[in-house]
């Protein structure tokens, strides 16, 4: 009985060994980019004539850095545009 625990302790382990291993080098693996992703530049989300002031990465710091714009009237309008993985901030000059 104890022979047997071991050869099911041990096949359990390799098999845990070998599923980590698989794991770690599908991680490695080199990311796949669909080719809309790797060539949609920002500039895509521009209002015509607007400028990217910022990319931040909550909604409530894009919002927060275009108020304090208008407040310091370095613009009038902004916006918060939804990016990729970040918050782009365009105001009107």
């Not at 382990?13 to 770690?24: I, K, S, Y």
């Amino acid at each position: 009985m104890s022979g047997h625990r071991i050869t099911v302790g041990l096949l359990a382990a390799l098999a845990l060994t070998g599923t980590l291993g698989m794991g770690t080098a599908q991680a490695s693996a080199a990311p796949t980019r669909t080719p809309h992703q790797a060539t949609r530049p920002d500039t895509a989300y521009a209002p015509p004539g607007w400028v990217l002031r910022g990319k931040y990465w909550t909604r409530g710091g894009c919002t927060e850095a275009g108020q304090e714009g208008v407040q310091r009237h370095h613009w009038d309008e902004f916006q918060c545009a939804n990016g990729a993985m970040r918050w782009i901030l365009w105001t009107n000059r």
